[in-house]
């Protein structure tokens, strides 16, 4: 009977998922039209650099979402993504550039694997504290390697006349780089979903739940938390990639501890109960942020205290609030059919 209803249950699952999905993809497409039909220049360059931020915010969340880990130090992957984007189109690399640019997330993901299996050992604070110290070593060696990086001064990244068939207008122009953007965050969600329903997805949630009783049963519970966290980066790591790609410049500020604040600020801001829920808050922390600022040169602080509200009202973020409301829309509808 179990394994009956556990057949049923994945089915269903999976045909919730390839609905959802679907419904996603159209109102995206639907979006993309009406932002290039009716949006300004500026608002497409926000919503640009919302989109590949948000693959950073995504890579906090994932983490937070399956591990119940919090990382101080996501800038750190984002980087080198974008380092590594440099390094690939500079000439330097020995490979042609779409196949350099194709190797940097798998090789940030193997780095932080290995680093995985190191900071894994670690929970709650020390974890964080941990992912902090490395991030900001990431920044000090990349500052101070001018030969290598470039230091404060940054990198410029020299794009081909066409990439992946793609001309590099298309690729650096606002519109171009969102439909680029938007179709990553598409077709990573999915596959990061249908991790979440795989065997490997619910014993990584099972270790979040109880990893001493999961290491009981048998399970190899330190490669699987590494394997986690080497999955979050390179969701990070992408996004660096497609920044170097969108600014054409690279510098250590995209290191800094404070850019892995604002992404986990993004994070909670979205929440962790759905897996856009760092997407969104990503882009309501960019829109809160350029609205604020219009308003008054003390945003950060604004900010700050929307955020304790936010928190406190809604716990769970802004995605717990949206299911939370739809909960009780559908409840309010059940009720309103048996009467």
């Known amino acids: 009977m179990t394994t009956i209803s556990t057949i049923g249950n994945d089915r269903v699952a999976g045909i919730l998922l390839r609905r959802s999905t679907l419904v996603s993809a159209l109102v995206v497409v639907a979006a993309l039209f009406a932002v290039e039909s009716l949006g300004s220049r500026i608002l497409v360059s926000l919503l640009t650099q919302a989109a590949i931020v948000s693959l950073l915010a995504l890579g906090v969340g994932v ?18 993504g974008a380092y590594g984007a440099a390094w690939a189109l500079s000439g330097g690399s020995a490979l042609p550039p779409e196949a350099g640019l194709i190797v940097v997330v798998p090789l940030v993901a193997a780095v932080f694997f290995l680093v995985g299996l190191v900071v894994s050992r670690l929970e709650g604070i020390g974890f ?13 060696a990349v500052s101070k390697f001018r030969g290598l990086t470039g230091g404060a001064d940054g990198v410029v990244v020299n794009l081909p006349r066409r990439l992946f068939g793609l001309s590099s207008d298309t690729v650096q122009s606002p519109y171009g780089m969102l439909v680029l953007s938007v179709t990553a965050i598409g077709l990573l969600y999915v596959e990061l979903r249908l991790f979440e329903l795989s065997h490997l997805g619910r014993l990584a949630v099972a270790i979040r739940e109880n990893e001493e009783r999961t290491r009981f049963l048998g399970y190899g519970v330190r490669a699987l938390k590494a394997a986690v966290f080497a999955l979050s980066a390179a969701v990070a790591a992408l996004g660096g990639v497609l920044y170097a790609l969108y600014q054409g410049f690279v510098s ?14 993004m994070a909670i ?8 829920g760092p997407i969104a808050g990503a882009f309501s922390f960019f829109f ?25 009202a809604w716990p769970t973020g802004l995605s717990g609030g949206v299911e939370t409301l739809l909960r009780r829309l559908a409840g309010a509808a059940k009720r309103r059919d048996t009467q």
């Open 128 to 140: 964080s504290m941990l992912t902090l110290a490395l991030g900001q070593a990431v920044f000090v």
């Open 288 to 312: 809160l942020r350029e609205g604020l600022n219009e308003l008054t040169s003390h945003w950060l602080a604004v900010l700050g205290a929307m955020l304790i509200v936010v928190t406190v």
């Open 252 to 265: 250590p500020e995209i290191l800094h501890w404070s850019f892995s604040g604002s992404a986990l600020i």
């Open 269 to 276: 801001l979205g929440g962790s109960s759905a897996l856009w």
């Open 63 to 80: 983490l937070t979402r399956i591990s119940g880990l919090v990382s101080f130090g996501h800038a750190a992957p984002f980087g080198l």
